[in-house]
């Protein structure tokens, strides 16, 4: 029915969304199964499915493989459907209350180097600098990634500051303050 909603010649944003919720209820990884070969698909509204159906599961067992399906699709998709698809969703999360929705948002967008995640990418080091002592996990891992996808010289003091607090992980931050270094 999704497919059907998505490919319909009159669009019907409810009847579409209420597709996509209704796959949903199947379960991530049932959803995982139906959904991830559209990412191939030669229609982009069958493509743009994907990351309208895959992103808003929570708890999401399967968060890691849908970042990393969405960030693939984002380095080949030229369809504006799809990209919004993908960027609207992950531009929505920026502010989100859960950090690890937030930075898995700010990598998506980091690997298009979309501005719209630098300032809150920003926000993100200035709390793990203020954040002495802190468990480094996931989110501090796609906070650095994406640093080295922007490569932004506006992200080197803060990379630097970390580097002082943190130097145990000199080796997870080298590449994004050689990234950020080469831009300055």
């Given at each position: 029915m999704a497919i059907q909603e998505a490919t319909r010649v009159e669009e019907d944003d409810e009847a579409y969304w209420a597709a996509?919720?209704?796959?949903?209820?199947?379960?991530?990884?049932?959803?995982?199964?139906?959904?991830?070969?559209?990412?191939?698909?030669?229609?982009?509204?069958?493509?743009?499915?994907v990351p309208d159906t895959l992103r808003y599961f929570k708890p999401h067992s399967l968060r890691e493989e849908t970042v990393s399906l969405l960030a693939q699709m984002l380095d080949t998709e030229d369809a504006?459907?799809?990209?919004?698809?993908?960027?609207?969703?992950?531009?929505?999360?920026?502010?989100?209350?859960?950090?690890?929705?937030?930075?898995?948002?700010?990598?998506?967008?980091?690997?298009?180097?979309?501005?719209r995640a630098l300032e809150p990418l920003k926000r993100e080091l200035q709390c793990w600098r203020r954040a002495s002592g802190a468990r480094l996990g996931r989110e501090w891992d796609q906070c650095v990634e994406a640093a080295e996808h922007f490569g932004s010289s506006e992200l080197l003091p803060l990379l630097k500051a970390l580097l002082q607090q943190y130097p145990e992980e000199e080796p997870a931050?080298?590449?994004?303050?050689?990234?950020?270094?080469?831009?300055?």
């Open positions: 996509v919720d209704r796959l949903r209820k199947q379960g991530v990884g049932e959803v995982w199964r139906l959904v991830t070969p559209l990412a191939q698909d030669e229609r982009p509204a069958i493509r743009a499915l504006s459907l799809v990209l919004g698809a993908i960027g609207g969703g992950l531009a929505a999360r920026l502010a989100d209350e859960d950090a690890e929705i937030r930075t898995e948002a700010i990598l998506a967008l980091a690997t298009r180097r979309d501005e931050l080298a590449a994004a303050l050689e990234a950020c270094e080469s831009t300055g």
